[in-house]
T-cell receptor, first 115, second 113 residues
C-alpha cells in the first residue's frame, strides 16, 4: 500500500535559520509529488509540485524541494525562514492505485518560527 | 471569488443527530474530494468523485454518504453522529483525477457533543 512519511512532526526554528523537512514515500511506480501548506486558521494551499523533468522544483515564498527517485524522497527546503512561515506542512503523493489515482498525505510537520 | 466554498464553517451538534455539509467549486474541475482532518492534523481521504461518479471510497462508515448532484457540488451527509466524528472536514477539487493540484475549501469544523 502507498504511504507517505514525514519524519519531523514538530520543528522550531529561529528566523533566518535554514529549513529542511523530510518526506519519504513508498510506491514503486510513477508518482506526482506535492507540498501543501496550512497557515493557522486557513485551508491548505499548494507550495510546489513535481510531475517530471528537473528534480529540483521551486515554489512560492522561496521554498524548493528535490525529488530523489533512488531514495523515494521529496524533501522541502528553504534557506532562510521567516516568522510568517509558521504553519503546518504536508507532503503528498499522487499515484495510481486500485480504483484509480489517489493522493496520500503525510501526517504533517508543524513548523514554528520564533521571531 | 471563492474557488472552493463549504458551508457551514462551524457545526456543533449532539450525538445521534444527522447533519450535512455542502461544498461547491467554481473552477470547472472534474474531480472533487472529501477529507477528514483529525485533532492531530492528520489528513485522510474519505471520498473522491469524478464527473459526479464515485471513484474512491475509503474505509468510511456507512453513516457517511456523499452526494454529487452535479460536477460543481459534492455534499456530505452524516447520519447518527458519534463523538469520534468530531474533526475538520475539507472539501477539495482538482481538474482531473490524475496528479493535478488540489484546491481546498476553508474546512468545516464539526463538534459532536
Amino acid at each position: 500500500a502507498q504511504s507517505v512519511s514525514q519524519h519531523n512532526h514538530h520543528v522550531i526554528l529561529s528566523e533566518a535559520a535554514s529549513l529542511e523537512l523530510g518526506c519519504n514515500y513508498s510506491y514503486g511506480g510513477t508518482v506526482n509529488l506535492f507540498w501543501y501548506v496550512q497557515y493557522p486558521g486557513q485551508h491548505l494551499q499548494l507550495l510546489l509540485k513535481y510531475f517530471s523533468g528537473d528534480p529540483l522544483v521551486k515554489g512560492i515564498k522561496g521554498f524548493e524541494a528535490e525529488f530523489i527517485k533512488s531514495k523515494f524522497s521529496f524533501n522541502l527546503r528553504k534557506p532562510s525562514v521567516q516568522w510568517s512561515d509558521t504553519a503546518e506542512y504536508f507532503c503528498a503523493v499522487n499515484a495510481r492505485g486500485t480504483g484509480g489515482f489517489k493522493t496520500i498525505f503525510g501526517a504533517g510537520t508543524r513548523l514554528f518560527v520564533k521571531a | 471569488d471563492t474557488a472552493v466554498s463549504q458551508t457551514p464553517k462551524y457545526l456543533v451538534t449532539q450525538m445521534g443527530n444527522d447533519k450535512s455539509i455542502k461544498c461547491e467549486q467554481n473552477l470547472g474541475h472534474d474531480t472533487m474530494y472529501w477529507y477528514k482532518q483529525d485533532s492531530k492534523k492528520f489528513l485522510k481521504i474519505m471520498f473522491s468523485y469524478n464527473n459526479k461518479e464515485l471513484i474512491i471510497n475509503e474505509t468510511v462508515p456507512n453513516r457517511f454518504s456523499p452526494k454529487s448532484p452535479d460536477k460543481a457540488h459534492l455534499n456530505l451527509h452524516i447520519n447518527s453522529l458519534e463523538l469520534g466524528d468530531s474533526a475538520v472536514y475539507f472539501c477539495a477539487s482538482s481538474l482531473r483525477q490524475s496528479g493535478d493540484t488540489q484546491y481546498f475549501g476553508p474546512g468545516t469544523r464539526l463538534t459532536v457533543l
